[in-house]
């Protein structure tokens, strides 16, 4: 397993693109479904999400006509939105490199929570059950972005880590087959990976989060910028449901990935974040998506956490954000620091 894992950080870190990733987006499961109801999608944020992903992407005018590439039926409606003929004779529309991973909210967790499939011990029935159960329940809700994603124009491919080889050790990464990521990138498409129930060499099996895979593919794959879209605007000092909670619209990482409160300026420099994790979240909350982007600072690469559907989230995956940040602007942005 040891050569195994050598040989797969070697294919990672040769991995070279000829268009480098622009921006690598999280789709957080807080904010794409309703996370207090079962397999339950927010269909509206999804579209808007999926609209200002489209305008992101694409580089020039944004007024022509969408055409979905979704052309299987959708639910309440008797016809495909587009079919073969709209797309003769359209030009090439020419975009930035995306990766787009998501989280699992409604879908996955409470299957994994139940039978403690994130605990390991694949040999017990149970778990056994539900490590079956939470790959059916976030492969549907990967479908679901992946169509709407489609239905926005974006050549949107499902990649789930289990079926794509990556498995971890003691919960950490021990192997993630990129090629394939790499491959459909180079062909243009936007690869779409998800949070997923994996093997683990100890454990049996685990949960692999989906921030876990962002900073992974932003070690290997060196994107300009990574953000973060979330259900708040934000990272706050304590619980956002505090109405004293104070928005943190900086925070510095330093060489060896500590990380401190840039913006605002409070009376005690060392204040820490405090975080709150619902029961049924397998994946660790805020505080694990604050060190896994604080892990993706240390290597130069600005990341930020915004509410999605919103002005900011555009702005923030539009690239507008680099330099000092726009007053205006609502969300956290977390840099790497010489200081």
């Not at 809700?141 to 124009?153: F, K, P, Q, S, T």
């Not at 900073?215 to 879209?229: G, M, Q």
């Not at 925070?251 to 300026?265: F, M, Q, Y």
Request: glycine share 8%; aromatic share 6%.
């Amino acid at each position: 397993m040891e050569v195994s894992n050598t040989k797969q950080q070697h294919q990672s870190a040769s991995i070279s693109l000829t268009k480098p990733v622009r921006c690598i987006v999280k789709l957080g499961g807080a904010a794409i479904t309703c996370k207090n109801e079962l397999e339950t999608i927010n269909e509206e944020n999804l579209k808007t999400v999926s609209s200002q992903l489209r305008q992101s992407m694409t580089t020039g005018s944004n007024s022509g006509e969408v055409l979905g590439m979704d052309w299987s039926k959708q639910p309440g409606e008797s016809e495909i939105s587009s079919t073969l003929s709209d797309f003769e004779d359209r030009p090439v529309v020419d975009s930035s490199p995306f990766i787009v991973v998501h989280g699992a909210g409604s879908f996955g967790h409470f299957q994994a929570s139940k039978s403690g499939v994130h605990k390991g011990g694949l040999y017990q029935p149970l778990v056994k059950a539900g490590f079956v159960a939470t790959r059916i329940s976030v492969t549907k809700l990967n479908l679901e972005i992946v169509r709407a994603l489609a239905r926005e124009g974006i050549p949107s491919i499902g990649m789930s880590p289990f079926s794509c080889g990556w498995s971890t050790r003691e919960r950490n990464i021990a192997s993630a087959d990129l090629s394939a990521v790499a491959k459909a990138i180079e062909s243009g498409l936007v690869p779409v990976l998800h949070g997923d129930a994996v093997l683990d060499d100890l454990l049996d099996c685990t949960i692999l989060s989906g921030d876990a895979i962002i900073s992974h593919l932003a070690a290997h794959l060196k994107p300009e910028y990574v953000v973060f879209l979330t259900d708040v605007s934000g990272v706050y000092d304590r619980p956002p449901s505090d109405p004293n909670a104070v928005l943190l619209r900086e925070i510095a990482v330093a060489k060896d990935g500590s990380w401190s409160i840039e913006k605002p300026t409070f009376q005690n420099k060392n204040k820490q974040v405090e975080t709150s994790v619902a029961a049924h979240d397998t994946t660790g909350g805020m505080l694990t998506k604050i060190s896994e982007a604080a892990a993706i600072a240390k290597l130069g690469i600005d990341v930020y956490i915004v509410k999605a559907a919103t002005s900011h989230a555009f702005k923030a995956f539009s690239g507008e954000l680099k330099g000092n940040l726009p007053e205006d602007w609502l969300g956290t942005a977390i840099r790497f620091s010489n200081k």
